[in-house]
Structures are given as structure tokens and as C-alpha cells.
């Protein structure tokens, strides 16, 4: 099959969060099964690769610009598969992925960029797969500029919801500068009439299919209290929505092989886990009994994540109970601050660290006890299934893939700790229970690590449901 897969991320050229894991991982899967898998994103100022020229000048008209790009490309390193970059400097040379004034236009040449590289390369998709809001009009774009081209004439067009809360709106100002004035008709009407246009609605509206990361997330954005506004519109494509949980990326992420790992360790011998604690300990200068109980945050600390809940709940339970905890994160500064804070008033049990560090994030989900990701909701969830792989039970709260992904710890049995109300009691509950288990001694705690450990939950047991609806959508290929 040909496949176009365009994302505003796709690691490790871009990356700000599971996006641009996914990014990478799910395209890699389908080259690797054989598929022609074509990637696009913008070659943003923070990109490091050595990039070979494709298509040295592309000119195409947008509304009133005359839009000058080209197109190189990288393979995706530890992989054959090549990845497109759309040069464009005046819109991608710039600090930053997103939260331009001018983001409509960066997203809206994205789209368009990659169907005229298509165009150019002779390269007809039998399935465009687009991501988020940034890539949401490249479903209409192939209802209208580009559906008299005998090249998409059977291209069928996927989107992958990964985040329902981040919806791409602009002004309804931005229709004839995004060169989408003969398309106003195609374009959601109420958003119209509320002077607004978003990306994610017109993408909602006009993709063959729509999928999003996981089964729970799934039901849970056709419901009033999860749908985001969008509830209603969702509903009406009910019948082509489908939810496919994530994989997890098992080259990058294997506790016997992890390449930024001081010690290794697997299933059959967790000795290494050990080390790897008290390396993580030594590194933090977090002081005390080597058995003392470690939980680990790895997060982009926003109003998603449930970072209000620990502010309410993580002093108390510091002073109560015996444990350490070390926290990485970037984002709101209330919650930086809040984290800051806490580390300077028990300097002996927190470490809190800012910035983004991939090695760090590894070293964190292998030296923890517990991971803690108590999400207000989680399309699917990335860092739960790092620790599970890694034997570090989550505490979660019960949403999304993080319902899909752990199974609550009960005599012998799951594989973490679930707290069905987002509340403080219901946090504070999953904390002291899985601390309550980890004092219960290391035979009953290895079960539970191994029962997490042995969990199908590489990309590999994922990436049929793709290649079953991409055929589905698409008789006759593959
Ligand atoms: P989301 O996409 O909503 O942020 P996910 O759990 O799906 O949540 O994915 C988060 C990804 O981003 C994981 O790969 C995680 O390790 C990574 N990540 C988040 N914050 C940081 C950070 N400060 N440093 C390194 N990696 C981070
Ligand atoms: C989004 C979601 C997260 C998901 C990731 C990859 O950022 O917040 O739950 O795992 O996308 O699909």
C-alpha cells in the first residue's frame, strides 16, 4: 500500500509529547511490514538531521500567497523509512513548534505541501494518514484542489484524534488567507457563524475515517463531559470512528537493551532494576534506605494531567508516609513552581527537574518503584505503558487508554493502582494502597512488576488494526 502520513511531530526531529513518538513508531511499523510509507512534517529551526534535497523548488498559489517550499528528506534513523521535510523558513525557521500568531498559515502549507510534493513525485497514496488539528484540512483539500488529479482519485483519507482538547481555531478571517474561500461551503457551518474556523472540524468533517488512540477514549469523546464541544459532531461520524490503542516503541523502550540505561535488566532477572535505582538515587542526591519507596512523574505538567490533584494531595502524603519522589516536567508555571517548591521544603524526599531529557525520562521510568499519572483524562497515554515495560506499576486514574492499559492490583492479579473519581481522596486512596503493597514485602511486589512486564504492548501487536481498516477503507490493495 501507499501511504502518506503527515504530523506536526514525528521523534526525533520534533517532538513535545506522545504525538511524535507515535509519529515515528506507527509509519516505521508499516514500512516494516512492507507498505510504501511516505512521512511529511516541517523542518522546523530545532531539527538535526543531514538532509538530502528532493524537490529543490515547489511554488504553489494559497489564497493571496505565492508559497515558496522545498522538500528534503532524512531516513528515520534505525530505519530505512524516509522522512519528507517541507522547507518553508519563513514559517518553520523559528523557537518553537506551535503558538505562532500566524499557526493556521504554518499548518495550512503543511497540508497542501505535502499532496503537491505527492503530486511531484508521482506518488499516489492509496491512504493519507493525518494527526491532531495541524494536519486536519488535508482531508478537504482532497475533496476540492486535488480531487480532479487522477493521482488521489482513490486516496482515502485517515484521522487520528490524539488529543481532542487541542482543536486548531482561528478566526473565520483565516478561510481566504489559508486559500480556502471556494471551500466555505464544505467548512463546518456553526463554526462559520461564530466568526471562527478550526482545523480539527473541517478534518472531523471530511476524513473517510476517523480513529483515535484508544477504545475508552474513544466512547468517552462522543459523551457531553469528555466531547470537548465536539460530542455532538463526533456522534454523527459514529459509524467511522474507531479506537486503536498506541504501541509502544519496543527498540527505544526495553529495559534489557535501552541504550540510555546504566544497567539492564528483564522479566526473568530484575536485578538490574535495583541498580538502576540506586543509580537514579545517587544521581538525585536523594537521600535514605535503599528500600524506601521511589515514585517517578514524567509529564508535560498542564491542566490535562492532573498536576491539580497532586498539588492537593502530594505534601500531605510526603509528611504522612515514607517515600521519595522525582519529578521531570515541563510546562504551566504554576505547576513548575509548585514542584520547585515542594523539592526546596523536603529536599531530602524530592527532586524536581524542568526541561526535556530524554535520558532522564528513561532513567526515571527504569529506577522507580511506582509511576504516578493521575491524568483528568489521557487519550491513550504513553509513559504508563514505558513503566509497565519497565516494572514500575502505575498509579492512574481510571480514563481513556489509561482504563484500557492497567488492571487494578488485586490478589495476584493486575498489574497497577486505579482510582475510578478524580478527586483528592481518590488519588491519596491509589498512593497509600500501592505503598501499602510495595511494604508488603518483594514476593507479592515482583508479580505485580512481572505481570505489567509480560503485557503485549509493543507496536507490533497494533499495527494489523491499522493495515485492517487502511483496507477496509481501500478494497482490493495491499
Ligand atoms: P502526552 O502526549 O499527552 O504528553 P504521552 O504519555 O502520550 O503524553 O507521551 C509523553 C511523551 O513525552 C513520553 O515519551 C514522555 O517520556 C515524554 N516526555 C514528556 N515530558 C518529558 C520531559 N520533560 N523530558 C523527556 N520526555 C518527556
Ligand atoms: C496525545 C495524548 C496522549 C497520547 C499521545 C499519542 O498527546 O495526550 O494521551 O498518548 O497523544 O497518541
Not at 99 to 119: I, S, T
Not at 295 to 301: A, P
Not at 435 to 463: C, F, K, S, T
Request: glycine fraction near 8%; charge should be positive.
Amino acid at each position: 500500500m501507499n501511504v502518506l502520513f503527515v504530523s506536526s511531530e514525528v521523534a526525533p526531529f520534533a517532538k513535545t509529547g506522545g504525538l511524535g513518538d507515535v509519529g515515528a513508531a506507527l509509519p516505521r511499523h508499516l514500512h516494516e511490514r512492507g507498505h510504501d510509507v511516505r512521512v511529511f512534517l516541517p523542518l522546523y529551526r530545532s531539527v538535526q538531521a543531514e538532509l538530502t534535497a528532493v524537490l529543490p523548488e515547489m511554488t504553489f498559489a494559497m489564497g493571496p500567497h505565492t508559497v515558496r517550499a522545498s522538500i528534503l528528506s532524512a531516513p528515520l534513523p534505525r530505519s530505512g523509512m524516509p522522512v519528507y521535510f517541507v522547507r518553508c523558513p519563513s514559517l518553520y525557521d523559528r523557537r518553537g513548534i506551535y503558538d505562532a500568531p500566524d499557526d493556521h498559515l504554518r499548518f495550512a502549507v503543511l497540508n497542501r505541501a505535502a499532496l503537491e510534493a505527492c503530486r511531484a513525485l508521482r506518488f499516489s497514496p492509496d491512504i493519507a494518514h493525518v494527526n491532531d488539528w495541524p494536519t486536519g484540512l488535508l482531508p478537504l483539500l482532497l475533496r476540492t484542489s486535488f480531487a480532479q488529479d487522477p493521482l488521489f482519485a482513490k486516496t482515502r483519507s485517515v484521522l487520528t484524534i490524539h488529543n481532542l482538547g487541542h482543536q486548531g481555531t482561528f478566526p473565520a478571517s483565516a478561510v481566504p488567507d489559508m486559500g480556502l474561500e471556494p471551500a466555505r461551503a464544505l467548512l463546518h457551518q456553526d463554526d462559520l457563524r461564530q466568526g471562527r474556523v478550526r482545523f480539527l472540524t473541517t478534518g472531523i468533517l471530511h476524513a473517510n475515517a476517523i480513529t483515535t488512540v484508544s477504545p475508552t477514549y474513544a466512547r468517552e469523546i462522543q459523551t457531553f463531559e469528555r466531547g470537548v464541544g465536539l460530542d455532538g459532531l463526533l456522534r454523527t461520524r459514529r459509524d467511522v470512528l474507531f479506537g486503536i490503542l498506541n504501541g509502544i516503541d519496543e527498540d527505544e523502550w526495553n529495559p534489557s537493551s535501552d541504550r540510555h540505561l546504566p544497567h539492564h535488566f528483564s522479566v526473568e532477572d530484575l536485578s538490574g532494576k535495583a541498580r538502576c535505582k540506586t543509580a537514579l538515587l545517587d544521581a538525585l542526591r536523594l537521600r535514605g534506605q535503599a528500600e524506601m519507596p521511589l515514585v517517578g512523574l514524567v509529564s508535560r505538567l498542564v491542566w490535562q494531567k492532573g498536576i491539580d490533584l497532586c498539588m492537593a494531595v502530594l505534601p500531605r502524603l510526603l509528611r504522612k508516609r515514607p517515600f521519595r519522589l522525582v519529578v521531570l516536567g515541563n510546562g504551566e508555571q504554576r505547576y513548575t513552581q509548585f514542584f520547585a517548591r515542594l523539592a526546596d521544603a523536603f529536599p531530602a524526599q524530592v527532586s524536581y527537574q524542568s526541561g526535556f531529557d530524554e535520558t532522564r525520562a528513561h532513567w526515571i521510568e527504569a529506577g522507580c518503584d511506582l509511576f504516578l499519572m493521575p491524568s483528568r483524562y489521557e487519550p491513550c497515554g504513553l509513559n504508563q505503558m514505558y513503566s509497565l515495560r519497565y516494572g514500575t506499576p502505575p498509579i492512574v486514574h481510571k480514563t481513556g487508554g489509561l482504563a484500557d492499559t492497567v488492571q487494578q492490583w488485586d490478589r495476584g492479579r493486575g498489574t497497577g493502582f486505579v482510582f475510578d473519581h478524580f478527586d483528592e481522596a481518590g488519588l491519596t486512596w491509589a498512593v497509600e494502597r500501592a505503598l501499602d503493597v510495595y511494604a508488603q514485602g518483594r514476593a507479592q511486589w515482583e508479580v505485580l512488576q512481572r505481570n505489567g512486564m509480560r503485557m503485549p504492548l509493543g507496536w507490533r501487536h497494533r499495527i494489523g488494526e491499522y493495515v485492517e481498516l487502511y483496507r477496509k477503507l481501500r478494497p482490493g490493495i495491499g
